[in-house]
């Protein structure tokens, strides 16, 4: 009997470490929280020691875009932003996170070559075919909003996420992150400060 009772809690621990290491979440990490700004109501997740927002970032009446300017666009897959708005768009007790945090989530979930298949949303409802790897094991639930130029041209909705970073590479660009729909990786690049691209915002420690 006890050696039954040891076998099952040897079991048990190992499912728990396996799901850690998988960068997997249990039912009480993650929630909602509203933006006192405007009322919204965002969806929120704990990966590893981290908490991010699990949709993206919706706030703005001005000086942010939907893709080719349609409202639904926005309401679907959230606003695109200019890095100079972007600094200050997170609500209160959140920030956008910078490239060292990024860093910490890929990690957490094994590497930038595995972690967008495990950050993607699941089906090709907002991700076109093939949503390579896509199995969401994170939570973080990235979709596809695509980017616009700095001369207002608007690309790759349905295809690719690119999200901001507050770290810049150099004068003209900072550190963002993509993912692809026909990738597992999440990629490390550099994009003009001047282009509007996705946030996720991550909550202040």
Not at 8 to 28: F, H, P, R, W, Y
Not at 73 to 94: D, H, I, M, R, V
Not at 178 to 196: C, L, M, T, Y
């Amino acid at each position: 009997m006890k050696q039954s009772i040891i076998l099952i809690m040897a079991c048990l621990i190992n499912v728990c470490i396996t799901k850690a290491q998988e960068g997997s979440i249990d039912n009480d990490q993650h929630g909602t929280f509203t933006d006192e700004r405007d009322g919204q109501t965002y969806k929120w997740v704990e990966i590893g020691n981290q908490i991010w927002m699990a949709e993206n970032l919706n706030f703005g009446k001005s000086n942010y875009y939907c893709y080719k300017g349609n409202i639904q666009n926005c309401e679907t897959f959230g606003k695109l932003y200019p890095w100079k708005k972007a600094k200050k768009a997170c609500p209160t007790s959140w920030h956008l996170p910078d490239d060292t945090e990024w860093v910490v989530l890929t990690d957490f979930l094994g590497g930038e070559s595995i972690a967008g298949g495990k950050m993607k949303e699941i089906g090709i409802m907002q991700w076109e075919t093939p949503n390579a790897s896509a199995t969401n094991s994170s939570g973080f639930t990235a979709i596809p909003g695509g980017y616009r130029d700095q001369t207002g041209y608007c690309f790759k909705l349905g295809t690719a996420a690119y999200f901001w970073s507050s770290s810049e590479a150099d004068l003209f660009q900072l550190w963002v992150r993509s993912i692809e729909n026909g990738i597992s990786s999440v990629d490390r690049i550099q994009v003009n400060k001047k282009n509007s691209l996705s946030i996720r915002c991550i909550k202040d420690e």
